[in-house]
């Protein structure tokens, strides 16, 4: 029997039992309450006083749902060398994930998984002032005595 026969014998027949046959065919994808919770981004504070802090914040960046914003001023103002190791463990955490990390300001860093970037502003160039219009040439020493001597 061929699909359209099938397909005709079964328009033709009780529509409820083709109903019934799509539903055992096929799978309702919905949304549940409690799996919109976990698929939210959280951006999350932490505060790092000691290097043992970290653990919490390399955990929910691999979790892969938190972006992470981190005052670092308690261990900076106690010990420059553990936090110069703790930022080195963020960072190395940041790219493995595919992440990134930036600090802003004195005292805080931003680290994110790998669907965010950190924006960075690119520093404006002052345009170069000109004193006049002629051209600026460079000279080297023997151009500068050759210049002396017609001047004179």
Known sequence: M???SKLKEKLSGDSSELI????DDYVEVGSSPNSDSSSKIIVR???IEDFEHIKPILDSLREGHTI???NIKPLKDRDLVELKRAIN????TCDAIEGDIAGFG???IAATPSFARIY???PKEEPKKRTSGAPITEFN???SKAMEEELE
């Open 2 to 4: 061929g699909f359209w």
């Open 106 to 108: 004195d005292d805080w």
């Open 45 to 47: 504070p932490f505060v």
């Open 89 to 92: 463990k963020l960072k190395k």
């Open 120 to 122: 960075r502003a690119k």
């Open 20 to 23: 019934k046959e799509a539903e």
């Open 68 to 70: 992470a914003l981190v």
């Open 141 to 143: 020493s023997s151009d």
